[in-house]
């Protein structure tokens, strides 16, 4: 039998992860066996080793949503993928807590509905930084909850003439925002520190301003006043985005959606934030976004260009023992980078 190794995390907060052996993973209906290649790093992997997770009520756990390698094996009804093929797939261990779904191993269970094929101009490092900010960016633009957008083909779409206002562009869920609401024939205005105002602007963006600039929310204001402004999407999530979009919506008077990626509990009159999770995309409600954008989308985009692995991978090193290495840098901050770990 083929032997599973995995990082395990001991108990909630448990630093540093465990090497042990892990169960190689049995694919039911719709769900395939990835070897892995590359994973990624996101902080939620540091915030939960750092803050717990009471949600998950089944240690010890294994983290990770980001990966990236080959398909090994396919469970009943899968029509996508074969044996051998290169595949990219978001892990929703951190809903199905089932750590078999989890990324830090060498063997995962994925999901073919939030999985889609790597075409060969794509490494597997480059791949590994999608799953997570492809499936949260996609519930923040497409859900009818969120900002209700039409999914687009992999062609893009021409222009709407609508706007939207999308904070932390140069983050790895920024980023993705970007490509998919552009795609989606939106005009697109953006954050990001001075050194990354070509990457945001290479994947589209119309305007960029410094969110440590005096004049952001002033410049911010001016860019989409006047526009046909659909919503705004906080990329970062934290208490000075969250203040910066807030003053932005009241000096706009805009009565449009704001997406977040973390929850926020202090609404206001014209700033409610509604908050989104990538494993949103994991339910069967949501099906038909999830279809929309790994099977009919990401390969193709990826493809023809229109979907860029961004930003780009850095790779920390090599082997399960690295993740913990990895973990530990992107919790003392990164910029426009993606730290992967290959195996």
Same mark, same amino acid.
């Given at each position: 039998?083929?032997?599973?190794?995995?990082?395990?995390?001991?108990?909630?907060?448990?630093?540093?992860?465990?090497?042990?052996?892990?169960?190689?993973?049995?694919?039911?209906?719709?769900?395939?066996?990835?070897?892995?290649?590359?994973?990624?790093?996101?902080?939620?992997?540091?915030?939960?080793?750092?803050?717990?997770?009471?949600?998950?009520?089944?240690?010890?756990?294994?983290?990770?949503?980001?990966?990236?390698?080959?398909?090994?094996?396919?469970?009943?009804?899968?029509?996508?993928?074969?044996?051998?093929?290169?595949?990219?797939?978001?892990?929703?261990?951190?809903?199905?807590?089932?750590?078999?779904?989890?990324?830090?191993?060498?063997?995962?269970?994925?999901?073919?509905?939030?999985?889609?094929?790597?075409?060969?101009?794509?490494?597997?490092?480059?791949?590994?930084?999608?799953?997570?900010?492809?499936?949260?960016?996609?519930?923040?633009?497409?859900?009818?909850?969120?900002?209700?957008?039409?999914?687009?083909?992999?062609?893009?779409?021409?222009?709407?003439? $609508? #706007?939207?206002?999308?904070? *932390?562009? /140069?983050? @790895?869920?920024? =980023?993705? %925002?970007?490509?998919?609401? !552009?795609?989606?024939?939106?005009?697109?205005?953006?954050?990001?520190?001075?050194?990354?105002?070509?990457?945001?602007?290479?994947?589209?963006?119309?305007?960029?301003?410094?969110? $440590? #600039?005096?004049?952001?929310? *002033?410049? /911010?204001? @001016?860019?989409? =006043?006047? %526009?046909?402004?659909?919503? !705004?999407?906080?990329?970062?999530?934290?208490?000075?985005?969250?203040?910066?979009?807030?003053?932005?919506?009241?000096?706009?008077?805009?009565?449009?959606?704001?997406?977040?990626?973390?929850?926020?509990?202090?609404?206001?009159?014209?700033?409610?934030?509604?908050?989104?999770?990538?494993?949103?995309?994991?339910?069967?409600?949501?099906?038909?976004?999830?279809?929309?954008?790994?099977?009919?989308?990401?390969?193709?985009?990826?493809?023809?260009?229109?979907?860029?692995?961004?930003?780009?991978?850095?790779?920390?090193?090599?082997?399960?023992?690295?993740?913990?290495?990895?973990?530990?840098?992107?919790?003392?901050?990164?910029?426009?980078?993606?730290?992967?770990?290959?195996?």
């Amino acid at each position: 039998m083929t032997q599973n190794r995995a990082a395990w995390s001991t108990d909630p907060t448990a630093h540093p992860f465990s090497i042990q052996d892990a169960p190689y993973p049995a694919p039911g209906h719709g769900e395939i066996v990835i070897k892995n290649a590359a994973v990624a790093i996101n902080p939620s992997d540091w915030k939960i080793q750092t803050y717990g997770a009471p949600w998950l009520k089944k240690w010890p756990f294994i983290l990770g949503t980001d990966v990236a390698g080959v398909v090994v094996d396919i469970g009943p009804g899968v029509t996508r993928f074969t044996n051998g093929q290169r595949a990219v797939a978001y892990c929703h261990n951190l809903g199905s807590n089932d750590p078999a779904h989890s990324g830090f191993q060498l063997y995962t269970l994925a999901k073919e509905i939030t999985a889609a094929a790597i075409p060969d101009s794509i490494s597997f490092e480059e791949a590994s930084v999608l799953p997570q900010a492809l499936s949260t960016a996609a519930a923040g633009l497409f859900l009818k909850e969120s900002l209700d957008l039409p999914v687009p083909p992999a062609t893009g779409v021409a222009p709407t003439g $609508k #706007s939207i206002l999308i904070w *932390g562009g /140069a983050s @790895s869920v920024g =980023a993705t %925002t970007i490509q998919l609401a !552009v795609a989606a024939g939106l005009t697109v205005i953006t954050t990001a520190s001075a050194r990354n105002h070509e990457l945001v602007t290479g994947l589209g963006a119309s305007a960029v301003f410094d969110y $440590k #600039s005096p004049t952001v929310v *002033g410049d /911010a204001v @001016s860019a989409l =006043a006047d %526009t046909d402004f659909v919503g !705004v999407f906080d990329a970062i999530s934290e208490p000075s985005s969250f203040e910066a979009v807030r003053v932005i919506l009241d000096q706009l008077k805009a009565d449009v959606r704001a997406i977040c990626a973390l929850p926020y509990n202090k609404p206001t009159e014209r700033f409610a934030p509604i908050f989104i999770s990538s494993n949103f995309l994991t339910y069967d409600s949501n099906k038909h976004i999830a279809e929309g954008i790994w099977r009919d989308f990401t390969s193709e985009a990826l493809e023809n260009g229109r979907l860029k692995p961004k930003p780009d991978p850095e790779v920390v090193g090599n082997g399960l023992e690295v993740i913990q290495t990895a973990v530990d840098i992107l919790k003392k901050g990164v910029s426009a980078k993606k730290l992967v770990v290959t195996l």
